[in-house]
């Protein structure tokens, strides 16, 4: 339930990360820009304000997606949208690697937002409120923007980057699905906090967005039921997934190529029983990385991070 770049046009490529937007964020800053004209005297700063959060939100999931490679994950897509952006962060599937690569976004805010409060107190000391008001609240504005993304952000709410953060935590301790069953439960619990709140504000928006994440929260849910459910499978010895270090599973879960028979590519030597085609790649369902059946040996896991 999130935005690909279908329905987006490119923007641009930076660091190996292509930026979409999609076609509604230009409705919404239509709408947004119309609705604070009053805030200053001329409808330019508006412009500057609503591009000011779209650097922001960008900023944050460049975060993301940096931190991604940083700790050897693959992330080369970031979609901006209404509700905000979505970098396509594939990290290692370890603890660590996946905390880092979440908690990055954040701590982009977390700098930006005492820079931005700094410029507000100085230029407030400087008598800019009065001489150049437009400017001031300009920079009043991104305060506020910042500090409310990173708040917003942090709360312990799946998917939100605080319900993913109180995930990767829970990880170290209960393992992948479980501490995501935990986090998706309360992500629930704060879901209809944040309906709750909708209704008292009588916020079609808020709406809108506690929908969109409680949509989320649902899928991740049923994901970790799926990952329970994956952990019972008996687990063939003499194998492992060149990158998680998990042993694949004893079944027959894997599609052939051709014709799409599903058989245990590791009890036929990868031919297929139905029309003897032969796969060469087989996809962990731990992590989801397609390795060449030939990798799959026994070894020790990558060390954590």
């Not at 949509?215 to 499978?233: S, V």
Request: hydrophobic content about 45%; proline content about 9%.
């Amino acid at each position: 339930m999130t935005p690909t770049k279908s329905g987006s046009f490119h923007l641009f490529r930076a660091f190996g990360i292509d930026v979409y937007l999609h076609w509604s964020w230009l409705v919404i800053a239509v709408y947004s820009i119309q609705a604070r004209a009053h805030e200053y005297s001329s409808l330019v700063w508006n412009v500057a304000e609503y591009l000011g959060l779209f650097v922001t939100v960008l900023l944050h999931e460049f975060g993301h997606s940096l931190a991604c490679r940083q700790v050897g994950g693959k992330s080369d897509q970031i979609v901006l949208w209404p509700l905000g952006g979505v970098a396509y962060a594939n990290p290692p599937p370890r603890p660590g690697a996946t905390l880092w690569t979440i908690a990055a976004g954040p701590l982009v805010n977390m700098v930006l937002f005492p820079l931005f409060f700094a410029l507000t107190l100085l230029t407030g000391q400087l008598g800019w409120e009065g001489t150049h008001p437009d400017f001031y609240r300009f920079l009043e504005t991104l305060t506020w923007i910042n500090g409310i993304l990173l708040v917003f952000n942090l709360l312990p709410i799946y998917p939100l980057d605080g319900g993913q953060i109180l995930q990767s935590l829970l990880w170290f301790v209960f393992g992948r699905a479980r501490s995501l069953l935990v986090a998706t439960v309360i992500g629930f619990v704060g879901v209809a906090g944040l309906f709750g709140w909708a209704i008292y504000t009588r916020s079609v928006w808020n709406g809108v967005m506690s929908a969109f994440i409680f949509m989320n929260c649902w899928q991740g849910f049923k994901y970790a039921r799926g990952l329970l459910r994956l952990e019972r499978i008996p687990r063939r010895s003499g194998y492992a997934c060149p990158a998680c270090g998990k042993p694949p599973v004893a079944g027959a879960i894997w599609p052939c190529p051709s014709c799409g028979t599903p058989n245990d590519i590791f009890a036929t030597n990868g031919v297929c029983p139905q029309c003897q085609v032969i796969a060469d790649v087989a996809g962990c369902p731990d992590c989801g990385t397609a390795s060449p059946v030939s990798l799959w040996r026994k070894r020790p896991p990558p060390p954590p991070r």
